[in-house]
């Protein structure tokens, strides 16, 4: 309104000054006055006037009002000095200022990132409309999501210079809370049964966290799709919802919603088939079908069966097929179900692509696809690249596209889309502390080396514990067929009676080589050949068991190592899996002609599930299996044995202090059977069940795993010594140790950093326990 009053305005302006001259003139000259911000360039763009025109009444008119419209200007005056035009020009203000306040709900960023697409942005011309328009839109926005009190209050402030300040003032009010729910019609289901599928809920114990009494609108959709879905997956294909209503208290506090519904029949299948170009046999078609004839319909049913119809085409490199289901009502109250098959042209791929890989090498990826260029392009196949690079562990996420070709109905292109994760650790520190004394570590660890695909990893560390130089190296790729090399190389000091293990030292130096064979895309077979060479070293507090095990076998032990292992992997991810299985199994043989004889094998296995569609709700198990003996006529080496206590198996146990304990101390023909440490045992039993959910408060939700656990295990020993403590020559499942708590690891810029928070169930008087735990370079 205002603008037709403003070009009403100039118009008579206009033709009061200019009326009294002869038309048309041609124009000599054009000047603008009163021009303060706005650029004379942008009067003459909208002004389509020019020198040397010969100007009508009718052009003139025309190019005011074009003028006027830019938006620019609020009163525009024209004048005629002779053959010269006067455009006397008063601009618009300029919004110098957006002040917001009393948001909290949304972000102010949010807001002014939503002022600026309705055209009001600080520097620009000040338009009121637009600012009438973002009260409006904002007003919207808070009553979806259930703030109905919400208020929207702008002022205008005027500054020096032609120029407004935008003052929003906004009372977001509170979020109106559900007080009743009702469903009308319903008498299949009760009430509580339909209303448990709501995200909408009544006020409860943890509506403050959960904010499921407050009501949107999104959520009111979505509760109306769940119980359609709900009755049409139990066979009532004619249901309806007639009403949805909500309604709001006086004060904008509370809701009411009133659901009517109409349930209709429930029907039973009475056939299901599938016609059309069945370019795949029809009995493996039909193999898919979720529905069969006497079944309950369910339209959940009818479209999984669709998508298995559609992806087994696709596996033929049908990428485009298209498989209708057309339900069919029968006079006798029953329903047919026929699949309609349309395969399209078997598909090519024309290129792969990669984005997001700013580190890793493009061959690396490469390397993992089983889809190829020029090849058919089958959903298995493109799948299963994808689970093959969430599996190395080099990515956060692994995202792909399939895009047509422009002018085909053959070709696609893929698109693999990653977004890097760490990879590996790097460790530098000097400290000092009352077990350790000074500390001084430097270590790499890199899974992904240089963006090779390679692992590699050096660590120099010096403690009062342990004196360490390491290297290890494997090429996951030695051959083109996926045939793995790797290397390693050590020398330790290890001070176990510094960690509360027992009171002996050990200096160990050794290498291997080891080769791995794939034998298909989840089985490996893995072989290693290494050499060791252990020296005990032996003092006055040294335990009996121990002092009597080197008079036997001696000081120094070199042995020939052989290694045979298996795995199994069909877990989704590399670090933080969310579904699958894993099975790890490995043999250590020292060969004849090592000083000592003896076999060390362990089983490895866990197991996820997921419990909901998103996979971040997932249930899982874990298991550890180990046992190790002698064989020929030489004792099993103790310095081999297994440890159960902390963070890597029974978590609320202090690290390696759980079973059998070493024995009595002679000194000076005094034999002291107090202040055992813990020795450990050629038998291991652990596993842990967990219960993983979403970590709240974080954004980054694929860097943080936050979990519930419960675990049990122990040591064994079965060649005890009388001295020995907890201790019995076999496997008791009664002394199996229980631990529950909370823990969480979380993926940081120089490796994973676990913590635990765990408190022992039924923990023996000699055990030692503690609640908090934590780790750098390890995950749950």
């Given at each position: ?75 525009v ?25 009393g ?58 210079g ?35 599928m ?14 499921s ?214 460790t ?19 899974d ?6 390679r692992?590699?990893?050096?660590n ?46 050990t ?22 050949l ?74 490895n ?16 198990l874990k ?10 006529n ?97 496997i ?9 708590g ?39």
């Amino acid at each position: 309104m205002k603008s037709k009053l403003g070009l009403l305005l100039v118009s008579f302006l206009w033709t009061f000054q200019v009326s009294a001259a002869e038309f048309p003139f041609t124009v000599s000259d054009i000047r603008l006055e009163g021009l303060q911000r706005v650029e004379p360039g942008l009067v003459f763009r909208y002004f389509p006037v020019n020198v040397g025109d010969n100007l009508t009444r009718r052009q003139l008119s025309e190019s005011t009002r074009e003028l006027f419209a830019s938006g620019y200007f609020d009163d525009v005056d024209i004048l005629r000095d002779g053959d010269d035009l006067v455009l006397q020009l008063h601009e618009r203000p300029s919004l110098a200022l957006i002040r917001i306040d009393g948001n909290d709900f949304i972000a102010e960023e949010d807001l002014r990132q939503g002022l600026e697409q309705s055209g009001v942005k600080e520097g620009d011309v000040f338009r009121r409309s637009a600012v009438d328009q973002i009260r409006l839109d904002l007003l919207r926005v808070y009553v979806g999501q259930g703030r109905y009190g919400a208020d929207i209050q702008t002022e205008v402030e005027n500054l020096s210079g032609n120029r407004v300040a935008l003052n929003i003032d906004i009372t977001e009010g509170r979020e109106a809370t559900i007080q009743h729910i009702n469903i009308v019609g319903n008498t299949v289901f009760s009430d509580e049964e339909l209303k448990e599928m709501f995200s909408l809920k009544l006020p409860n114990f943890w509506s403050f966290y959960t904010k499921s009494d407050r009501y949107s609108r999104e959520k009111m959709s979505g509760d109306l799709e769940r119980l359609r879905s709900y009755y049409m997956d139990r066979g009532y294909i004619n249901f309806n919802i007639e009403s949805a209503q909500v309604s709001i208290t006086p004060d904008k506090k509370n809701v009411y919603i009133t659901v009517n519904v109409n349930e209709g029949q429930q029907f039973k299948v009475s056939g299901v088939s599938v016609a059309g170009d069945l370019v795949v046999p029809r009995e493996e078609l039909e193999a898919l079908f979720l529905l069969n004839e006497g079944d309950t319909f369910s339209r959940k049913a009818m479209t999984d069966t669709q998508e298995k119809l559609v992806r087994r085409l696709g596996d033929e490199g049908f990428m485009f097929a298209n498989v209708s289901p057309v339900p069919e009502l029968n006079e006798d109250g029953t329903l047919s179900v026929r699949y309609f098959v349309e395969p399209g042209k078997r598909t090519y791929v024309r290129r792969i692509s990669i984005r997001g890989n700013t580190l890793t090498a493009d061959d690396v990826l490469r390397r993992e696809m089983e889809q190829m260029e020029a090849g058919i392009a089958t959903t298995e196949a493109i799948e299963r690249s994808k689970e093959r690079l969430e599996r190395t562990g080099y990515f956060k996420s692994v995202n792909v596209e399939t895009t047509p070709v422009p002018g085909t109905d053959d070709q696609v292109d893929l698109e693999y889309s990653v977004e890097e994760q760490q990879s590996g650790q790097f460790t530098a520190s000097v400290g000092f502390s009352d077990s350790d004394g000074i500390i001084f570590q430097l270590g790499v660890q890199q899974d992904n080396f240089l963006g090779t695909g390679r692992k590699f990893g050096v660590n120099l560390s010096n403690s009062d514990t342990l004196t360490e130089y390491s290297f290890n190296y494997t090429n996951p790729y030695y051959t083109i067929n996926g045939v793995s090399r790797g290397f390693e190389a050590y020398y330790r000091e290890r001070d176990y009676d510094a960690s509360d293990v027992s009171t002996y030292t050990t200096n160990e130096f050794g290498g291997g080589v080891n080769f791995g064979y794939p034998i298909n895309d989840y089985q490996r077979l893995s072989f290693g050949l290494g050499i060791d060479l252990t020296e005990i070293n032996t003092y006055d507090e040294t335990a009996d068991i121990i002092k009597e095990f080197v008079d036997e076998e001696g000081e120094d032990y070199l042995s020939y190592q052989l290694t045979f292992g298996w795995s199994n992997n069909h877990l989704n991810k590399g670090l933080f899996p969310t579904a699958g299985y894993s099975h790890r199994a490995n043999i250590e043989i020292a060969l004849p002609g090592s000083d000592l004889t003896y076999y060390r094998a362990n089983y490895n296995t866990s197991w996820y599930q997921p419990i909901d569609d998103n996979e971040v709700w997932v249930g899982a198990l874990k298991g550890r299996i180990g046992y190790g003996d002698s064989w020929g006529n030489t004792s099993y080496p103790f310095y081999r044995n297994f440890y159960a206590g902390g963070l890597r198996s029974v978590r609320g146990y202090q690290n390696n202090s759980l079973g059998p304990t070493e024995g009595c101390t002679t000194i000076n023909g005094v034999t002291d059977c107090t202040d055992q440490d813990s020795f450990g045992g050629n038998v291991i039993l652990t596993g842990s069940a967990e219960f993983i959910f979403p970590m709240p408060f974080v954004g980054d939700k694929g860097a943080w795993r936050s979990l519930l656990f419960f675990d049990a295990g122990n040591v064994y020993s079965t060649d005890c010594r009388e001295t020995q403590n907890n201790c019995s020559n076999d496997i008791d499942l009664g002394e199996l140790r229980y631990s529950t708590g909370l823990g969480l690891s979380w993926l940081t810029p120089v490796g994973p950093l676990s913590i635990a928070l765990a408190m022992p169930l039924n923990d023996g008087d000699d055990d030692d326990t503690e609640t908090f735990q934590f780790a750098l370079g390890q995950t749950f």
